[in-house]
């Protein structure tokens, strides 16, 4: 199917809307059950330490606390949480077991009346602490002489693997020019509005864990059983709960086993919904903190032949979601660029910093932003335009489906014609004129670039590239239409709202392949036992998924209506016509929508042989390309999809303040069809704000004796809307092959390319005076001091 | 993040209250509660008992008294950020609200609760001690008056004891030559904290010469600073770019900066010199403006 | 403690420990689920309400310190079950809202805001939002919802009330 469309590509208004703009979302925070205990955590104040004793008494001895529970309780009653990795020495629960880890990690947790009264509790209760050893700094966690965050793993590696694809050595021996250089992501994350939260109640006559969670997590209902030691079908989570943003990080485990735990010990539905201090030092929900070191060999004309990187990250304590987040990014590791051979080992490494959790782009964001600068620097030391080396680098729309070293096939795009889009609709002359006339008035400004991809349609082809032991192909999503007995269309999705519009999305596929208004569509989301398997929306996958499950499902209807009718008017299928849910013969024979779902519902002697009655399908959908386990020499197909964005920024930079402003911000994305413009457009936005915070403000800081600094939104700084300039979005459309509607993903669109546009933009403004940052976030006050610096540096020479 | 318990009155009178507060080591005012209840809710403070002083209409108003605007310490910061009075006769307070906290915040936070917290980036402190503005306090023994200068004593630390509540502030009012002000600020974000504040009120004569300078930065220090030597270097001056950024260099370099996390030392001297030159300039070029249609 | 409030019109007396901060008392005591805990500390906006017709933080006052103020929720905005206002159905026009967390907040500032500036620019529209945080839109289809508001306000004949 393909362009024109009737509703895909519309301006419709996306239905999620309306009952948000009255205040009636379903948040887990609004969900109340009779007799729900609340609860409260006990964090280690320190960065490691064995645990002595834990003396709850007195806390016990308050009016309205019911229980206290400790990780020695705990891990004798649920499974450790499950670690992608073959690493069974990496043992992690809810509560610290013997020993904490990290500043703020949860030693101990009350249940009580109310979340008042549980903290109450939570301060009456003495830990007594061992101090140990503990490491902060990622390099120095690899030093032999560095304590171990796991003593019983031996070592602070969690992974280090290596993959080289081409003659990347022969390469770098036979290039004329090459370069090096490090560049530094900080820890960040995309912190939502909303904290994580989940209520649990058990029932014990129906055997039944009920859980309402601001969940976005594939698998969330299989690993909540698993860790509380239940049958899967013993565990209902409620998908009808609206998530107040995620953007990748609301996981949930360890609370929820500590609720669910709670829930079956107590008797009682039990609570526990993050403050915003829970959330920041021990929600476990922080982003990738990478190093990388990056070389690159090339020619006088700037083509770049091979590239070598190794990508550091701090961890943090536990393993989680994160090692996998060095894994993602090979599925585009040469970007949008046509380089022949890669030299990249993924090296994850614990220290006493609080767990990361995936965040958007799954680590494609921190290496763009390498990618990137690797181009720039390539420019620079051929002192080359930048955006020339790009478009002599560049894949060509021609050579598409592309084959890059690491064995993803990128399905389809077309770089050049992006980038020129763009350039034109911002005037490049009167950018640079501007930049000048800036620069003329005393002001430092810069113009930053970023080509980058966004693969999207998701797949967990990490999880075996990383880990040989994980047989992973699997990535499904699903849908299920019914035609009701008066004709009505429902339509069934199987995950949580987290803002992506996915029920505007189901209806619009839905109503273009049955021909009929998505408005009158329904869209429900059943609860876990009642739903078809889905894996969340995560890797920029809903498009492409949910997309092509309703697509198919949708299909599968419209053939049935059009058999049922075949069957009645007696003539061939293929001799009817299908229009707007009505089917007509060529001798203008016709039966209408009610008369087909009339048949199916009640006429079973007029059905085709071998139908089942009524008008239900369901369709699982398996992920585009996405067959086969890697081979030996670890090449994969990551993702199905890859969309392009181009960014353009034109930044002013007070050089005596340090005060950045984004003075333009342009962006050309290209993500195929656009099932809905609307949703396109606010993740485009969304995402360049969560790049510019991550680029110019957001960090986690941790002191040197392992106290993370940055715990309330007082010390990390979100954007507000001064801080996000107007953005102007150029669009072009290149389908890909790949998916039902020529659609791909943007749930990750801006965010993966802002951070290196704004670095770039910085760093063209500083370089007149011979500064480079490289490492983010760059903050006012460090441009201001190394202005300063390299003014006094000038003025001595 | 549950404040831990505590008891709560609302007395009818300033006297009450401090009655209350002599009675209770541990009770707190609270006014407009914008930096108090965020302190009670990580539980960095936890007062036994609130004494709500908002409603009192004894510390509510704006007064003209001829030489100082005289501003309730209940007041709202909105409804002096609102008040012509303020705009006409203080208005260097009335350039430097807008930046205090946000609009959701200005609604309830009260010029009061500002001064009494004495947090050394906070805009209504510098305006005061730039001006050399004073405290009216209501203590156990009696009323004082306290100049800025003496109230400030160090972060979030001020000569107010025990059991005292500030009762008014009085902002001075300049009566002769024709006045500008300038206000500048840094922050990390548009509605942050400062990392530096930069307040300057000026007068010009009709010839343009400088009559007065005041000259305040915030920020940087343990407590809002006056810069003297600034407002001395160019008094009688025309108020050369030059002469100002000079005196504003001058008077930056002279800082007992305070360390902080936030930005380097260097960082709050070099901004406290640029801001101060843009505060003074702003305030010169309002003040040469004056009679001229606007 | 007793506390009296009027909430969206209606006098409610209620029975609060002091320490229950306001918005606490709204979704717990009033099920007015639509104010938001985002941050408890006085940042993020999510539980804006107004306060005699101003935003306020509802995360900054104890209850007991709104006896006898009149708050506005957003539950108050529309004017009839199944009906949206001219603001509320703005922000599904340009759709503004993807999570919703933070649009309650949003829409009653915007909805104080266009009472005061009836012709406000993006720069007003910018500086009033600037209060409240929003993770999901980057703000841009925010601003237009309430520029869009604004000129149909302007070319109806509801005034500021029917928005």
Redesign the interface.
């Known amino acids: 199917m393909s362009a024109p469309f009737k509703f895909v590509s519309t301006n419709r208004r996306v239905r999620e809307d309306r009952r948000f703009v009255v205040g009636r979302g379903n948040y887990v925070a609004d969900i109340r059950r009779d007799g729900t205990l609340h609860v409260a955590i006990v964090p280690s104040a320190h960065p490691a330490a064995r645990i002595v004793a834990i003396d709850a008494a007195a806390a016990l001895a308050m009016p309205g606390v019911h229980d206290v529970v400790t990780g020695a309780e705990l891990a004798a009653a649920v499974e450790a949480m499950m670690n992608g990795l073959d690493t069974p020495q990496v043992r992690r629960y809810s509560l610290a077991v013997g020993q904490t880890r990290y500043s703020g990690e949860w030693v101990a947790a009350v249940a009580a009346d109310s979340r008042a009264i549980a903290e109450d509790a939570a301060e009456q209760i003495e830990v007594a602490y061992q101090p140990l050893p503990h490491v902060i700094d990622v390099e120095q966690a690899l030093a032999p002489s560095s304590p171990l965050v796991h003593p019983a793993h031996g070592t602070n590696v969690l992974l280090d693997k290596s993959f080289v694809w081409g003659e990347v050595d022969r390469h770098f021996a036979q290039a004329p020019r090459q370069l090096s250089f490090r560049v530094t992501w900080g820890r960040n994350s995309t912190v939502p509005i909303e904290t994580f939260g989940v209520l649990a109640a058990w029932d014990p006559w129906h055997e039944m864990l009920d859980v309402w969670a601001s969940i976005q997590m594939p698998k969330y209902a299989e690993q909540i059983a698993r860790a509380l030691r239940l049958p899967a079908n013993a565990v209902r989570v409620h998908y009808d709960v609206d998530v107040g943003g995620s953007y990748g990080v609301k996981r949930g485990i360890k609370h929820t086993v500590l609720v669910g735990y709670l829930a079956r010990k107590l008797g009682r539905p039990v609570r526990l919904i993050e403050d915003r201090l829970d959330n920041m030092r021990s929600g476990d929900a922080h982003g990738p903190e990478r190093i990388f070191d990056v070389a690159v060999a090339f020619d006088d004309a700037g083509i770049v032949k091979s590239m070598k990187m190794r990508a550091l990250d701090n961890v943090g304590a536990y393993a989680g979601r994160a090692p996998f987040q060095l894994g993602k990014p090979i599925g585009a590791i040469v970007g949008p660029y046509r380089i022949e051979s890669v030299q990249y080992r993924a090296l994850s490494v614990m220290t006493n910093k609080a767990a990361q959790e995936a965040v958007r782009g799954f680590g494609q964001s921190p290496t763009n932003y390498a990618i990137e600068t690797a181009i720039d620097r390539v420019a620079a030391a051929l002192g080359l335009d930048r955006l020339e080396v790009r478009r002599r680098n560049f894949i060509r729309r021609e050579e598409f489906p592309y084959l890059i070293p690491s064995g993803t096939r990128y399905d389809s795009g077309d770089y050049h014609t992006v980038v020129d889009k763009v350039l034109a609709h911002a005037d490049w002359p009167a950018l640079e004129r501007e930049r000048d006339r800036l620069r003329a008035t005393g002001m430092l400004a810069g113009i930053g670039i970023a080509a980058c991809l966004e693969p999207s349609g998701g797949n967990s082809s990490f999880e075996p590239l990383l880990n040989e032991k994980n047989t992973t192909t699997t990535w499904m999503d699903s849908c299920r239409i019914m035609i009701d007995g008066l004709g009505h269309v429902t339509v069934t999705i199987h995950t949580t709202s987290s803002g992506q519009g996915h029920e505007t999305l189901a209806a619009t596929v839905v109503g273009e392949v049955l021909e009929i208004d998505p408005d009158r569509i329904r869209v429900v989301r059943p609860d876990s036992l009642a739903s078809l398997p889905s894996n969340s929306p995560v890797g920029s996958r809903m498009a492409v998924m949910l997309g092509g499950a309703a697509f198919h499902a949708a299909g599968k209807l419209r053939r049935k209506l059009i058999a049922i009718a075949a069957h009645r008017l007696g003539v061939a299928a293929d001799a009817l016509s299908y229009a707007g849910g009505a089917i007509a013969d060529r001798a203008g024979q016709r039966l209408e929508w009610a008369d087909l779902v009339t048949i199916a519902h009640r006429n079973f002697h007029l059905m085709p042989p071998g139908f089942e009655p009524g008008l239900e399908v369901t369709h699982v959908e398996q992920v585009p390309t996405g067959h086969a386990l890697p081979t030996p020499d670890g090449r994969v197909q990551m993702y199905p999809c890859h969309s392009f964005e181009f960014h353009l920024v034109l930044v002013a930079i007070d050089p005596e303040l340090g005060r950045t402003e984004l003075r333009r911000y342009l962006i050309g994305h290209d993500c195929g069809t656009v099932i809905n413009p609307h949703i396109v457009k606010g993740m485009t936005l969304g995402g360049i704000a969560h790049g510019i915070g991550a680029a110019l403000m957001e960090e986690f800081v941790y002191s040197e004796d392992g106290q993370m600094m940055s715990q309330s939104f007082m010390d990390y700084l979100l954007p507000s809307a001064h801080e996000v300039p107007k953005v102007e979005i150029v669009h072009h459309c290149t389908p890909s092959p790949f998916t039902v509607l020529g659609q791909k993903g943007s749930g990750e669109s801006g965010y993966l390319g802002a951070p290196a546009a704004v670095s770039s933009a910085i760093n063209d403004a500083v370089s007149p005076l011979g500064i480079v940052f490289d490492k983010l976030p760059i903050r006012l006050t460090a441009i201001s001091d190394a202005v300063a610096a390299a003014r006094d540096r000038n003025r001595d020479r | 993040m549950k404040a831990a318990p505590f008891d709560y009155v609302r007395p009818a009178t300033v006297e009450a209250a401090c009655a209350r507060l002599a009675a209770d080591a541990d009770a707190v005012i609270i006014a407009g509660g914008q930096t108090l209840v965020p302190m009670m809710a990580m539980r960095l403070a936890r007062p036994s008992c609130l004494v709500d002083i908002a409603r009192l209409a004894e510390l509510q108003g704006i007064r003209d008294d001829g030489d100082a605007i005289v501003i309730g310490a209940a007041t709202r910061q909105v409804t002096a950020a609102e008040s012509a009075t303020v705009a006409a006769k203080a208005p260097l307070l009335a350039a430097a609200l807008p930046f205090v906290g946000h609009a959701a915040t200005r609604t309830r936070g009260t010029v009061g609760g500002s001064v009494a917290n004495a947090d050394p980036a906070a805009e209504i402190a510098l305006v005061l001690t730039t001006l050399r503005g004073s405290i009216m306090l209501r203590e156990p023994a009696g009323s004082r008056r306290v100049a800025a200068d003496a109230f400030f004593v160090g972060p979030m630390v001020t000569a107010a004891t025990q059991g005292s509540c500030v009762t008014a502030i009085h902002f001075p009012v300049w009566q002769t030559g024709r006045i500008g002000v300038g206000f500048e600020e840094i922050s990390a974000r548009r509605s942050d904290f400062a990392l530096v504040a930069a307040a300057a009120q000026v007068a010009l004569d009709a010839s343009g010469r400088c009559t007065a300078c005041a000259l305040g930065i915030g920020g940087a220090c343990a407590v809002p600073c006056r810069v003297d030597s600034a407002g001395e270097a160019l008094v009688g001056s025309v108020m050369s770019d030059k002469e100002i950024i000079d005196a504003a260099r001058a008077g930056a370099d002279a800082l007992d900066i305070m360390s902080s996390p936030h930005a380097s030392d260097a960082y709050r001297r070099r901004a406290a010199a640029t801001l101060g030159a843009r505060a003074l300039t702003r305030a010169r070029d309002q003040a040469a403006r004056h009679g001229l249609p606007a | 403690?007793k506390v009296e409030l009027q909430v969206n019109g209606t006098r409610r007396v209620l029975d609060v420990?002091?320490?229950?901060?306001l918005v606490?008392c709204l979704?717990e005591k009033l099920d007015?689920?639509?104010?938001?805990?985002?941050?408890?500390?006085?940042?993020?906006?999510?539980c804006?309400v107004l306060?005699d017709g101003?935003?306020?933080?509802a995360?900054?006052?104890?209850a007991?310190?709104a006896?006898g103020y009149a708050i506005t929720?957003?539950?108050s905005?529309?004017p009839a079950p199944g009906e949206?206002s001219v603001i509320?159905?703005a922000?599904?026009?340009?759709?503004?809202?993807?999570?919703?967390?933070?649009?309650?907040g949003m829409?009653l500032?915007a909805h104080a805001l266009l009472k005061r500036n009836p012709e406000p620019t993006?720069a007003d529209i910018?500086?009033?939002?600037?209060?409240?945080?929003?993770?999901?839109?980057?703000?841009?289809?925010?601003?237009e919802a309430i520029a869009l508001a604004a000129r149909r306000l302007a070319g109806s004949n509801l005034g500021t009330e029917g928005g």
């Open positions: 403690m420990e002091p320490r229950m901060t606490d979704r007015l689920n639509g104010v938001h805990t985002g941050c408890e500390h006085g940042i993020c906006g999510a804006t306060i101003e935003p306020a933080r995360c900054l006052m104890f007991v310190q006896d929720t957003v539950e905005l529309a949206l509320q159905d922000f599904c026009e340009t759709h503004g809202t993807q999570c919703g967390f933070c649009t309650p829409l500032v993006r910018v500086e009033a939002i600037s209060g409240n945080i929003c993770r999901c839109t980057g703000y841009g289809q925010i601003v």
